[in-house]
């Protein structure tokens, strides 16, 4: 009993302290995407706005996911201070209070995993088909000529990706776009935001045709279809711990 007096409460306040972290680091991610208009907004946002789902464009969505990490995190920030004075303070009505909405919090939690889950195959196929229909807008290996193969560019150097699906060679899913098709790719089978080490500054100079014209190496392999998998493995993930840290607190809670 006195091992638990003693330790209980410098257990909420590691988890209070985990928690404050956690909710900055939802925070910062949220202003620096939003802050940052000349790198995400003003070039990938106009190529996301051309993606709608439920009558909402991906580039809205998008920004309405940061400003939702801003409120969340200040949230889950206002919860570990408000556990912290609990802890600190011994006083019961606080730590009521915080585990009334630390519960609340995890069925939020749980119901948001729950419809990923649900919806996320169903998205990931929408996405990928959609993306590649608009991939055959693509029109000019360049970042001055066309607003859509810009915003193109932009994304594939952002996410050292290429193409929706991953490229394995000069048969890929730019043989349909525009800039194929119209002749203005010439040797080339993949454009340069595609080879590794490519930079917005290096663009118009960068050379390497291993990589645009053979497609055989010093290209990037992972496709942009990846993406959402990848999100989906991270939420089960964390929604594991997540379940966790809530069980292993309410049982603390109920010792101390």
Not at 134 to 145: C, K, P, Q, R, V
Request: proline share 2%; aromatic share 8%.
């Amino acid at each position: 009993m006195c091992f638990t007096e003693k330790w209980g409460p410098i257990f909420l306040k590691v988890i209070n302290v985990i928690f404050l972290i956690f909710g900055l680091a939802l925070i910062v991610p949220g202003v620096m995407i939003l802050a940052n208009n000349d790198v995400v907004n003003s070039k990938v946002l106009p190529l996301m706005k051309q993606l709608t789902f439920g009558g909402i464009n991906m580039g809205d969505m998008i920004i309405g996911l940061c400003v939702s990490l801003i409120v969340v995190g200040t949230l889950v920030i206002l919860v570990s201070l408000l556990g912290l004075i609990g802890a600190c303070s011994g006083n019961p009505a606080y730590l009521d209070i915080y585990g009334g909405i630390v519960l609340i919090l995890f069925l939020i939690k749980a119901f948001a995993v729950f419809m990923w889950i649900e919806n996320n195959s169903k998205l990931e196929t929408w996405m990928k088909t959609n993306l590649v229909s608009l991939l055959n807008n693509y029109g000019s290996d360049d970042l001055t000529t066309s607003e859509t193969s810009t915003s193109w560019n932009y994304l594939f150097m952002l996410m050292s990706c290429c193409g929706v699906n991953a490229v394995t060679g000069t048969t890929n899913d730019f043989d349909s776009s525009a800039w194929i098709t119209s002749s203005s790719a010439g040797s080339k089978h993949i454009p340069t935001s595609c080879c590794t080490g490519v930079t917005s500054e290096t663009y118009s100079t960068f050379t390497n045709t291993a990589c645009t014209d053979s497609v055989t190496s010093g290209y990037n392999t992972k496709a942009l279809a990846v993406v959402a998998a990848v999100s989906k493995k991270h939420n089960d993930r964390y929604s594991e711990t997540s379940t966790s840290e809530v069980e292993d607190i309410s049982k603390k809670k109920q010792k101390v």
